[in-house]
C-alpha cells in the first residue's frame, strides 16, 4: 500500500514539491553561512519525494543552534515552503483518493517550518518500531 501511495503522491504533487525543497537548498547552499540549511532542504527534498513509510523524529542532541537556526530559515523558506505544503493539500483534498494525501502534505509542515534538530526515519516492518536511515 505504502507504494502505491507513494506513486500517486510523486505524480500529483510530490515532485513539484521536492523541486521546490531542491531549489530552495540550491539558494541556501550559494552563501557559505547556510549550507546547513541547504543539507537540510535536501533531506526533506528526498523526504518530500517518497514520505510514506517514514517519519520526522526530534535529534536527542540538538540544542540551541538549531533553534537559532529554526527561525533564520523560517524567515528566508520555511513560510514559502509549508505555504506550498498548504495549496497542494488542498488541492489533493477535493477528492476522496486524495485524502491520504493532503494528510500526509499537512503532517510534512512542521519539518517544513523548523528542519533542523529532526531526523527522517523509515518506519520498520515489525510491530511499527522505526529505525534511522
Known amino acids: 500500500m505504502r507504494l502505491i501511495l507513494n506513486v500517486i503522491w510523486l505524480i500529483f504533487g510530490g515532485l513539484w514539491l521536492a523541486l521546490g525543497y531542491f531549489l530552495a537548498g540550491i539558494v541556501m547552499c ?5 549550507i546547513p540549511f541547504g543539507i537540510a532542504a535536501f533531506r526533506i ?14 535529534k536527542p542532541t540538538s540544542g540551541v543552534a538549531s533553534l537559532v537556526g529554526n ?5 528566508l523558506a520555511g513560510v514559502w515552503l509549508a505555504i506550498g505544503h498548504i495549496v497542494s493539500a488542498v488541492a489533493m483534498a477535493i477528492t476522496i483518493i486524495g485524502i491520504p494525501l493532503a494528510v500526509a502534505n499537512l503532517k510534512m509542515i512542521p519539518v517544513s517550518l523548523m528542519p ?18
Do not use: C, N, Q, S
Not at 550559494?30 to 547556510?34: E, K, N, Q, R, S
Not at 527561525?71 to 524567515?75: G, P, R
Not at 533542523?116 to 510491530?127: F, M, P, Y
Open 45 to 58: 527534498g528526498v523526504y518530500a519525494l517518497w514520505p510514506f513509510g517514514k517519519t520526522v523524529v526530534d
Open 30 to 34: 550559494i552563501l557559505i553561512v547556510t
Open 71 to 75: 527561525v533564520i530559515w523560517l524567515i
Open 116 to 133: 533542523l534538530g529532526k531526523e527522517i526515519v523509515t518506519i520498520g516492518a515489525d510491530r511499527g518500531t522505526w529505525a534511522p536511515r
